[in-house]
């Protein structure tokens, strides 16, 4: 087995598959050799993405890589479809070491007193409930394994938040509030779930190129705010977050567990040297 294989034989189920940082994850995690289950609303990626191989699927994009993948036509706020992935998963590749969780929802920023209660109740049923729905049927799967003595665990969850959950940004509460409730369920999901040998964690991007984000990029406003806000000289890229990511999958990563991982450029350190 060669470094670059250290995930062969591995299977990896990612929501939000398709596009974005969920994409770019899945590919990495196939490049170590993982196999992949893809979970998203479509198998097509978001057209206004910033991927090059638009015109291809994110299991074909693994395909390439050399490893196996199947979708699953997966709405994480429907329990039901959820519940029909991850049996899927096991009964595809008859085991299950890895889950990413990087479908989410997001709105456009409004002030608090114009949210809605549809707004707060689909914020909610994606972000917080189905990422916990994911999180839960990955541990009861993890403990009918034993540990893998390559992984050094049972298996790894790893969480996508944002850093608008540990830091106060305007015009998305709802937004902030589901994310905040991420960040809180890995790190106490992980304290009950450590004596398992399983690992949980969760990355906390800042502002990244994603097409779901790229009417805030393209809007000169909203893009200077936020590259005054980040002390790094650029923006965040999908494969910034998914090298983090992947990163708490490896087997290096074995005693790491119940930690939040700022990836937002510094942006959450406070407030940048001026330009």
């Known amino acids: 087995m060669t470094a670059s294989k250290v995930l062969e034989g591995k299977v990896a189920l ?28 479509n ?3 978001n057209p206004k993405g910033f991927e090059k191989d638009l015109h291809l699927t994110t299991v074909e994009v693994v395909e390439q890589l050399g490893q196996k ?17 991850f049996t899927k998963a096991v009964e595809t590749f008859g085991r299950l070491d890895i889950n990413v969780n990087c479908a ?9 007193g114009e949210e809605t209660d549809e707004l707060w109740q689909k914020m909610v049923a994606i972000n917080t409930l189905g990422t916990s729905k994911c999180m839960r049927l990955a541990v009861k799967q993890f403990m009918k394994q034993e540990v893998d003595e390559a992984l050094g665990s049972r298996g790894r969850i790893v969480n996508v938040s944002s850093c608008a959950g540990h830091f106060s940004f305007p015009g998305e509460v709802a937004y902030s509030a589901t994310k905040a409730a991420v960040n809180h369920m890995t790190r106490a999901a992980a304290t009950d779930h450590a004596k398992d040998y399983i690992n949980i964690n969760v990355v906390a991007p800042g502002v990244v190129h994603t097409g779901m984000a790229r009417g805030n990029i393209e809007d000169k406003d909203i893009s200077a705010l936020m590259k005054k806000s980040t002390p790094w000289p650029r923006l965040g890229t999908t494969q910034d977050i998914a090298e983090s990511i992947v990163f708490l999958c490896l087997p290096g990563s074995q005693w790491i567990t119940g930690q939040l991982l ?3 450029g510094g942006m959450t350190l406070g407030v940048p040297y001026p330009t």
Do not use: Y
């Open 14 to 41: 990612v929501t939000g598959a398709s596009s974005g940082m969920g994409r770019a994850t899945t590919a990495l995690l196939a490049s170590h050799g993982a196999n992949i289950v893809c979970c998203d609303l």
């Open 104 to 112: 989410g929802f997001w709105a456009p920023f409004g002030p608090f």
């Open 262 to 264: 700022a990836v937002d």
């Open 43 to 45: 198998p097509k990626p």
């Open 69 to 85: 993948a199947i979708f699953c036509q997966v709405d994480i706020s429907n329990l039901k479809q959820v519940e029909e992935a």
